[in-house]
């Protein structure tokens, strides 16, 4: 199956276009949700957090306290790459076994990830696209969805690689600002992926 990985900075709108490629009818992996589900069901992985970040990293409910570890992990690098070595792996794992369950019918596959370039998983998939928008529409949009400060955001930002190193890195590209219809893009670049799934096919 060939597996196109999607990623953009927080806010660039990764997850809109993704919702445009799943009423084409490609199915979407969701990363950064999955990541956020196992790390509620999966219990060596929350035995790990909460050796890791303390027993505060999960409600009495079981419900995880993002608040608590965002507040540890997007303050402290070190305490960040700890969250990721424990989270990502399992995260890989979890994509590989959507990915076999997935209908041979489907002509391509999306995976969307913030942290696709800078967690390597950039190489388990055929081909990437990079969601971009300039930076005070990103702020203004996360500022509004998550009812957080601009500051709050822009570390997170740091966190990341910049649009200007993903460049680099990435094969497609999405403009996702006023001026541009995603719309269009995706239909582009689907119509591309079409035909590369097609000549694939037929040479199996
Ligand atoms: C720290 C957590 C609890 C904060 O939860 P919160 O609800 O505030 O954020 P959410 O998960 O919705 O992420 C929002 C955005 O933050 C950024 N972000 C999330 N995790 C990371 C990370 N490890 N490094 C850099 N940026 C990140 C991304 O742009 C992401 O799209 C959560 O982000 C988390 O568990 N992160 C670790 C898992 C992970 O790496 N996920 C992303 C890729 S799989
Ligand atoms: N073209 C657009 N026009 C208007 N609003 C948009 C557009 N693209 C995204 N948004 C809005 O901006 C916010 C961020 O978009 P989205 O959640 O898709 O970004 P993301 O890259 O997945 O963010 P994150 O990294 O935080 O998960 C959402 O509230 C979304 O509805």
């Known amino acids: 199956m060939y597996k196109v990985g999607i990623t953009g900075g927080i806010g660039s709108g990764k997850t809109t276009v993704c ?43 079981g419900r995880l306290n993002n608040k608590h570890i965002a507040s540890i992990v997007f303050n402290n690098e070190s305490e960040l790459i700890k969250l990721n070595a424990l989270v990502h792996p399992a995260v890989f794992r979890a994509f590989d076994v959507w990915e076999a ?16 370039f800078e967690s390597e998983s950039y190489k388990m998939v055929d081909t990437t696209i990079l969601v971009t928008a300039p930076l005070q529409i990103k ?26 190193e993903k460049i680099k890195m990435a094969n497609h590209f999405i403009i996702n600002d006023e001026a541009h219809s995603i719309i269009q893009q995706v239909l582009a670049l689907h119509k591309q992926f079409l035909e590369i799934a097609a000549n694939s096919h037929s040479k199996e």
């Open 101 to 116: 369950q997935v209908s041979p019918e489907v002509p391509y596959t999306l995976k969307e990830a913030a942290l696709l």
């Open 19 to 61: 919702k445009v490629f799943e009423v084409l009818g490609i199915p979407v992996f969701y990363a950064d949700a999955v990541a956020k589900e196992i790390m509620v069901t999966d219990k060596i992985l929350i035995e790990g957090i909460k050796t890791t970040f303390g027993n505060l990293s999960y409600f009495e409910d």
């Open 139 to 164: 702020l203004d949009r996360v500022t509004a969805r998550d009812g957080v400060a601009t500051d709050q955001v822009k570390a997170r930002m740091d966190k990341q690689l910049s649009d200007d």
